[in-house]
């Protein structure tokens, strides 16, 4: 059986899910397939505390697809950014500077989320559009692209026949392959684990990046938890290193966790399971094809640093809804889909060598070369217009290379 519909996405991670939210609010025709069901609920096996901050330019997407106001009360705002650098000999503080929101705006730089509970949001979305048919259980498995429309055939039998196929299948993308879209990859040897902590001392809405050799060691706020302040943590390091205390005595990790924060917030105790997973840097080679268009991991991978991975992700999402409400009869077309590689490659491109600049000084294990790190921190820091510019860039309300 074969059936049609204006946009057949692939993945049901949340971009794949925004993706959905977004095209079916703006009252095209979709269906999103996943094999994986997703998890919506922090009690459900396979869930875990990693979380995503929403920066400003996400915001605007996530309310034209009609899920910010039910998100919002779960978020914690990020009033500010501050970088410390431990690069020193004995591993403490010996820079700490912070980037504030008000410097550039009067809104915060964004939200910190939790992402299951970003899935459950925009899941329930999903059940509430009439123009969304979400299919978790089911994956998409072969392309067969054509001037007029794609067909993409489904684990389960069906064919679709569709005028878009957005491929959000993350960074082993069969639909990338299926287009025959290359990929250009990194590998730092690095793993990161992502967690929740609790602490004494209140976060007050400060995101703290710690800068060590191996890699940051990031706190993020979140919502209280059992009446205790409460953060994510990602903590990137050499893979070995990691490996080892992703199943490390509890004590042991929530003292080596405490020392490595530099104490900002008192003693950590662990709140949640631990996750880990590889570090890498990827770009594909286009972000478009014959009827295909990539977005989020399928297109791009960075270290988790800055909150750049999902925000690009959205700005990927955001730019071809804008492409498709222009002109809805070209939907799919040559013209929109090269308009849109256009629009996002350069600007994805010059986001992932800078983040890979970033954690490659992260890695850094030089004195010289720790000594440059914290040096560069307090030079952005103190030169006004230059601090002012970097924080617009990182929030994705410049371009880069944007004129001021």
Request: net charge neutral.
């Given at each position: ?244 205390r992703h199943t490390a005595d ?34 594909a080679e286009r972000f478009a ?53 256009k629009a996002r490659f350069a ?58």
């Amino acid at each position: 059986m074969t059936e049609t519909c204006d946009i057949l996405i692939s993945g049901g991670g949340i971009a794949g899910l925004a993706a959905a939210a977004a095209f079916g609010s703006a009252g095209f025709s979709v269906i999103c397939v996943d094999p994986a069901p997703p998890i919506t609920d922090c009690d459900t096996d396979g869930a875990n505390m990693r979380t995503t901050a929403m920066l400003r330019p996400a915001r605007d997407l996530l309310q034209a697809a009609g899920v910010w106001e039910a998100l919002a009360p779960h978020g914690a705002a990020l009033e500010v950014m501050q970088i410390v650098d431990a690069g020193g000999s004995d591993g403490t503080a010996r820079t700490a500077k912070a980037f504030r929101a008000s410097d550039v705006s009067d809104l915060p730089f964004g939200w910190n989320f939790q992402n299951w509970r970003l899935r459950q949001v925009l899941v329930a979305r999903l059940e509430a559009l009439e123009t969304v048919d979400f299919r978790p259980g089911v994956g998409a498995e072969t392309l067969l692209p054509r001037t007029a429309a794609a067909r993409v055939g489904l684990s389960d039998g069906t064919r679709i026949r569709t005028r878009l196929v957005i491929a959000a299948d993350g960074r082993t993308s069969p639909m990338r392959a299926a287009a025959g879209i290359g990929v250009q990859t990194r590998r730092y040897g690095q793993k990161a684990l992502a967690f929740a902590v609790t602490h004494p001392t209140p976060h007050d809405n400060v995101s703290t990046e710690v800068h060590q050799t191996g890699g940051p060691f990031t706190l993020v706020p979140l919502p209280d938890h059992q009446d205790q302040p409460c953060s994510a943590v990602v903590w990137m390091d050499d893979g070995p290193k990691s490996l080892a205390r992703h199943t490390a005595d509890i004590a042991a990790f929530e003292n080596e966790m405490t020392a490595r924060s530099c104490g900002v917030l008192g003693p950590l105790t662990l709140a949640s399971p631990r996750s880990i997973w590889p570090i890498i840097s990827q770009r594909a080679e286009r972000f478009a094809g014959e009827r295909i268009a990539l977005v989020a991991e399928a297109a791009h991978v960075v270290p988790p640093i800055g909150a750049q991975g999902l925000n690009m992700s959205l700005a990927d999402i955001a730019t071809l809804l804008e492409l498709a409400q222009a002109q809805p009869d070209a939907l799919g077309s040559a013209e929109m889909l090269e308009a849109y590689h256009k629009a996002r490659f350069a600007d994805v491109s010059l986001r992932v060598a800078g983040s890979d600049l970033l954690n490659r000084t992260s890695q850094a294990s030089a004195p010289w070369m720790r000594d440059a790190r914290a040096f560069g921190v307090r030079a952005l820091h103190e030169v006004a217009p230059v601090r002012r510019t970097l924080m617009q860039l990182g929030l994705g309300t410049r371009k880069v290379g944007q004129a001021r």
